[in-house]
């Protein structure tokens, strides 16, 4: 059965555009689980500009709640990731100017921090996952740093989809890299720009089994409702 985690960010964003309370990271985590979504997913960066340490420590600290906790390779974001023990962490590249994560991680560069960042996790029994580029050879880095799963960079597929230009080779690669990555023993998932139509064709892929989504639904949520919105997404990875 393939997952959907939903990703409420921006809701926070959301809330601090106002300085205030409202509305509440909190509130949309329990609201997301009770209509639907498998886990939640919460990035954690280093500037803060949308999910704080006080709502990173409070989602992650409800009970019958699975949170999947974006963070950089910085340590001081590692170590409060480790006092706060969420169910799952997911590494992401961190570039201080980025609007939103660019790319994957550079595994071949980092290799040695990230193998003792996932060992740390490890020690904790935390679910480690890798975000990447659908890359052979990262999938291949990925196997010898012993990560338990990767979620791979789909804002390119996303991107030629939503221009209506060819993304089949894209989409090959993606099909290609997660066939390995799973021959490997290593878990799949997918997520970063992905709408109906991407997510619709990436379902496809047998390998993949999670799905973490976010701008588009909370985005289409102000139109449409974000019940709708996690109903569809279900009814579309089924």
């Known amino acids: 059965m393939k997952r959907l985690g939903v990703n409420i960010d921006h809701v926070a964003t959301l809330r601090n555009a106002r300085g205030e309370y409202h509305p509440d990271p909190l509130e949309a985590a329990k609201f997301v689980k009770k209509n639907g979504a498998d886990s939640v997913t919460i990035h954690l960066r280093e500037d803060r500009r949308h999910i704080n340490d006080f709502d990173a420590k409070k989602i992650c600290s409800m009970k019958g709640l699975i949170v999947n906790l974006e963070i950089s390779t910085n340590a001081k974001i590692v170590k409060k990731a480790l006092n706060i023990k969420?169910?799952?962490?997911?590494?992401?590249?961190?570039?201080?100017?980025?609007?939103?994560?660019?790319?994957?991680?550079?595994?071949?560069?980092?290799?040695?921090?990230?193998?003792?960042?996932?060992?740390?996790?490890?020690?904790?029994?935390?679910?480690?996952?890798?975000?990447?580029?659908?890359?052979?050879?990262?999938?291949?880095?990925?196997?010898?740093?012993?990560?338990?799963?990767?979620?791979?960079?789909?804002?390119?597929?996303?991107?030629?989809?939503?221009?209506?230009?060819?993304?089949?080779r894209d989409l090959n690669n993606i099909k290609k890299c997660s066939i390995l990555a799973n021959s490997l023993g290593i878990e799949v998932h997918a997520g970063h720009g992905l709408d109906y139509k991407t997510t619709k064709l990436l379902k496809k892929i047998d390998q993949i089994k999670e799905f973490n989504i976010g701008h588009f639904i909370i985005g289409e949520s102000i139109f449409f409702g974000l019940k709708k919105l996690i109903q569809n997404f279900r009814k579309i990875i089924k």
């Open 86 to 168: 969420p169910n799952y962490v997911c590494l992401v590249p961190e570039n201080r100017k980025e609007i939103t994560t660019e790319g994957g991680l550079n595994l071949k560069k980092n290799k040695k921090i990230i193998k003792k960042i996932i060992l740390k996790f490890k020690k904790k029994r935390i679910r480690t996952c890798l975000f990447i580029n659908a890359s052979v050879k990262d999938i291949k880095i990925a196997k010898e740093l012993d990560v338990d799963c990767i979620e791979i960079h789909t804002g390119r597929l996303a991107n030629l989809v939503k221009s209506k230009k060819n993304y089949l």
